[in-house]
């Protein structure tokens, strides 16, 4: 099983530009959760879904969207690159919602 | 306002002995705590975790303590070996939403041979 997988690995945006950092399980996992961690910090919450076709906002969703069409994908869609968002972006699924969450290998996001 | 702190960011410990990594809560609402470990490049993996009704749960090397008086819990590693070198995070969330996890800062780990 690959569980968790993320694309790219690596992305420098310019100030503006958009993109969609790309997230994929193959544990037929309901849950599904998008975080950021910023440098010498804990991982922030910015949104997550319990299901195809449902997703809600974490503590930090301002800047970003989501979508959930299938169990498998739920991809972040950065519209509007600001610096402030450059960070790692971690995508993570789990069966329930007090089940562990299984983490993908992160997403280096730079925006300059 | 962090909710989910861990106050010290690094701990170095002998290979063999007993590492302690400690966590403190404010809010009332946490219910559900879990220790994840990270090491460079990849991403966070579950380690342990514990609910509010119980106050030690154990798994081979690895004890987690929960004093819900004192919003403060721990994690236990004995004995600790190098390749425990990581970086740990404690998380949190509330009885009514299991998803929703709080993070704490993080503790990096050095274990010596």
């Known amino acids: 099983n690959a569980g968790v997988t993320q694309t790219p690995k690596f992305r420098i945006l310019k100030i503006g530009q958009s993109m969609t950092l790309q997230c994929t399980q193959d544990m037929n996992h309901n849950y599904m959760y998008w975080y950021r961690q910023d440098p010498g910090m804990g991982l922030k919450l910015i949104y997550y879904s319990v299901g195809a076709g449902i997703t809600d906002k974490g503590e930090v969703p301002n800047g970003y969207n989501v979508s959930r069409s299938t169990t498998e994908d739920f991809p972040l869609r950065l519209e509007l690159a600001a610096p402030s968002q450059t960070s790692v972006y971690f995508c993570?699924?789990?069966?329930?919602?007090?089940?562990?969450?299984?983490f993908g290998p992160g997403t280096r996001l730079t925006v300059t | 306002d962090q909710q989910v702190k861990q106050n010290s960011p690094s701990l170095s410990v002998q290979e063999g002995r007993i590492s302690i990594l400690n966590c403190d809560y404010t809010?009332?609402?946490?219910?559900?705590f879990l220790w994840y470990k990270k090491y460079p490049a990849e991403g966070p993996t579950f380690l342990i975790s514990?609910?509010?009704?119980?106050d030690k749960n154990e798994d081979g090397r690895f004890t987690v303590f929960l004093n819900k008086s004192a919003k403060h819990l721990s994690l236990h590693i004995v004995p600790s070996q190098p390749g425990d070198s990581a970086v740990y995070f404690c998380?949190?969330?509330?009885?009514?939403?299991?998803?929703?996890?709080?993070f704490g800062g993080g503790t990096r780990l050095m274990v010596k041979p």
């Open positions: 993570a699924s789990s069966s329930g919602g007090f089940d562990e969450q299984y």
């Open positions: 809010n009332s609402m946490f219910d559900y």
């Open positions: 998380a949190a969330s509330p009885n009514n939403a299991g998803n929703m996890l709080t």
């Open positions: 514990i609910s509010s009704i119980k």
